[in-house]
């Protein structure tokens, strides 16, 4: 598996994760493809200007332009503070291979070596098992569940928290 930055080659892929109504169950429901067409050239200017990482998660043996999800770091700000915030998506023929696991802890051994990030939260649905378990698996520690906005609507989510660097599992897979 390779993570590569985000391109506007990737739209179908982001319809893919964004639209349908099994992949974004536990974000609210499907975004509209204008919505999700938007996001993608808003991180393709993110990314290329090195505001956030946007990697989208190629299989081993892909064929051409082929990818099994995405990961994604941003900054993010809450009450006046400063954090990252990170998050992830795989798609359904992808899931229960790791990918998703790898995808986040590279992307944290990377915010360890770049040392801009600082602590990294993450917020997945309060009922999506496989994510919180990402979570717990690669050392986050759980600060609770809260409510936030995505996309407008209000989510309940399970709040982690882990430090780039002091995560488990560090290393290839």
Known sequence: MML??????????????RCDPVMMAELGGPLSREQVEARLRKDVVEVA????????????????????G????????E???AYSEIGWMVLPEYQGRGLAKTAVR???DAAAADGRWGE?????????????????ALGFRLLGERDLDFAGRI???????????????????
């Not at 995405?70 to 700000?77: G, I, K, R, S």
């Not at 989510?155 to 995560?167: A, E, F």
Request: hydrophobic share 40%.
């Open 49 to 68: 200007a090195d505001r956030c990482w946007a990697k989208m998660i190629v299989p081993d043996g892909a064929e051409d332009g082929e990818v099994a």
């Open 79 to 81: 009450d006046g503070a």
């Open 106 to 108: 590279r992307v944290l």
């Open 70 to 77: 995405a990961v994604m770091l941003w900054p993010q700000e």
């Open 120 to 136: 990294v939260h993450a917020n997945p649905g309060a009922t999506n098992g496989p994510s919180n378990g990402i979570c717990r």
């Open 155 to 173: 989510l309940r989510t399970n709040h982690w928290v882990v430090l780039p660097g002091k995560h488990t599992g560090s290393g290839a897979e």
């Open 4 to 17: 590569r930055d985000v391109r506007s080659e990737d739209v179908e892929a982001y319809v893919r994760m």
